[in-house]
């Protein structure tokens, strides 16, 4: 409550991005103070989950594009979430779309963003996760969510995949493949079998290659879907997913539509927040239904879309997630949502 009557009113005076990145550097650097927020924010460590040979201490996680370029990874360990997604993490660094490309719908409780994978590059961010794991615990994990650079034709984005993917493969805890991005032109027709199919078998082989060479456990990879698509499409994906031996899916990114908006916006981008819920949860509800008449090789289900309270959260339980990932509601709940979601 305090947030929201006192600190969110003077953060939301400021341009959503320019503020975004005041305070991300400022709790990247103020690690002193980390100790107090863990006491103020963290929750205890309720219902772990384990897919493979990863254990998430809780059920909450950070979804992708809040911490592009994981600066801050200390800092969500010690607000209580079991991981992050860092990126989207692109081969070569690239500032993104043109600004002003955030715009915040405070009516709706939605966001909507034309970022466009503005990013470090994989260097750099293998870097910063580098250091930050010096200081966190075991049990947060780091998810490394990868896609293509803006310049890279659909025809060529699996050498961008399997750069970042080889790159990062020594830092990355999992890997998720954003598909689904509607601010990288043409990205969504990895959702079509022809690229897709390719696509995860070609990354499972390297993912083995790798693996075998190092000694090591292959990583779990996620694939992270639009919400727009329609149920043939969503029943496409998951068994090319299945298929491949995919670990699971993370249902959804935003949305281009603008679904049970009281005003009208024109701005382009992706919508979260609110008015997503509904479109989220349905491809999530209909993965859940393939996963139950699979009997051999059921698909991990995360859910993200619209998170903003307890009921939600149970929601993407009800509906078959094993995680849920949060982004607009921590923005306009603040870190005290972890409490409530987890509590």
Same mark, same amino acid.
């Given at each position: 409550?305090?947030?929201?009557?006192?600190?969110?009113?003077?953060?939301?005076?400021?341009?959503?991005?320019?503020?975004?990145?005041?305070?991300?550097? @400022?709790?990247?650097?103020? *690690?002193?103070?980390? +100790?107090?927020?863990?006491?103020?924010?963290? +929750?205890?460590?309720?219902? !772990?989950?384990?897919?493979?040979?990863?254990?998430?201490?809780?059920?909450?996680?950070?979804? #992708?594009?809040?911490?592009?370029?994981?600066?801050?990874?200390?800092?969500?360990?010690?607000?209580?979430?079991?991981?992050?997604?860092?990126?989207?993490?692109? +081969?070569? !660094?690239?500032?993104?779309?043109?600004?002003?490309?955030? @715009?915040?719908?405070?009516? $709706?409780?939605?966001?909507?963003?034309?970022?466009?994978?503005?990013?470090?590059?994989?260097?750099?961010?293998?870097?910063?996760?580098?250091?930050? =794991?010096?200081?966190?615990?075991?049990? @947060?994990?780091?998810?490394?969510?990868?896609? &293509?650079? =803006?310049?890279?034709?659909?025809?060529?984005?699996?050498?961008?995949?399997?750069?970042?993917?080889?790159?990062?493969? %020594?830092?990355?805890?999992?890997?998720?493949?954003?598909?689904?991005?509607?601010?990288?032109?043409?990205?969504?027709?990895?959702?079509?079998?022809?690229?897709?199919?390719?696509?995860?078998? $070609?990354?499972?082989?390297?993912?083995?290659?790798? /693996?075998?060479?190092?000694? /090591?456990?292959? =990583?779990?990879?996620?694939?992270?879907?639009? !919400? %727009?698509?329609?149920?043939?499409? *969503?029943? /496409?994906?998951?068994?090319?997913?299945?298929?491949?031996?995919?670990?699971?899916?993370?249902? *959804?990114?935003?949305?281009?539509?603008?679904?049970?908006?009281?005003?009208?916006?024109? $701005?382009?981008?992706?919508?979260?927040?609110?008015?997503? =819920?509904?479109?989220?949860?349905?491809?999530?509800? &209909?993965?859940? $239904?393939?996963?139950?008449?699979?009997?051999?090789?059921?698909?991990?289900?995360?859910? #993200?879309?619209?998170?903003?309270?307890?009921?939600?959260?149970?929601?993407?339980?009800?509906?078959? #997630? /094993?995680?849920?990932?949060?982004?607009?509601?921590?923005?306009?709940?603040? +870190?005290?949502?972890?409490?409530?979601?987890?509590?």
């Amino acid at each position: 409550m305090f947030y929201k009557i006192f600190i969110r009113p003077v953060l939301f005076l400021f341009d959503p991005e320019y503020i975004h990145d005041i305070i991300l550097g @400022f709790v990247s650097k103020f *690690t002193v103070l980390y +100790p107090l927020f863990r006491i103020l924010f963290s +929750p205890e460590n309720k219902n !772990p989950v384990s897919i493979s040979d990863l254990k998430f201490k809780n059920k909450l996680g950070l979804a #992708a594009g809040f911490d592009k370029n994981g600066i801050a990874l200390r800092f969500w360990e010690a607000l209580g979430f079991s991981h992050i997604e860092v990126g989207t993490v692109t +081969p070569l !660094p690239q500032p993104g779309n043109d600004k002003p490309r955030i @715009f915040r719908l405070k009516k $709706e409780n939605a966001l909507i963003n034309r970022l466009g994978f503005n990013n470090n590059g994989a260097d750099e961010v293998r870097n910063n996760i580098i250091e930050a =794991k010096k200081f966190t615990g075991k049990d @947060f994990l780091v998810g490394i969510n990868i896609g &293509k650079n =803006k310049d890279t034709s659909i025809q060529n984005a699996l050498e961008d995949y399997k750069i970042c993917f080889e790159k990062l493969f %020594d830092e990355a805890d999992y890997f998720t493949l954003n598909i689904s991005s509607p601010n990288t032109e043409g990205l969504r027709l990895l959702h079509e079998e022809q690229y897709l199919d390719t696509l995860l078998s $070609e990354l499972q082989k390297l993912n083995n290659q790798i /693996s075998k060479s190092k000694s /090591s456990e292959t =990583k779990c990879i996620f694939l992270k879907i639009a !919400p %727009d698509i329609n149920s043939e499409l *969503t029943e /496409s994906v998951y068994r090319t997913a299945v298929k491949n031996k995919i670990s699971g899916i993370i249902a *959804t990114n935003t949305t281009v539509q603008r679904p049970k908006m009281k005003l009208h916006h024109n $701005e382009q981008g992706g919508l979260s927040g609110k008015p997503l =819920k509904a479109m989220s949860d349905k491809v999530l509800k &209909k993965l859940n $239904e393939l996963n139950s008449s699979n009997y051999t090789n059921h698909l991990v289900l995360i859910g #993200a879309g619209g998170v903003f309270s307890k009921k939600d959260f149970e929601n993407k339980i009800k509906n078959g #997630a /094993s995680l849920v990932q949060i982004y607009t509601g921590f923005i306009y709940e603040g +870190p005290s949502l972890i409490k409530k979601l987890l509590n």
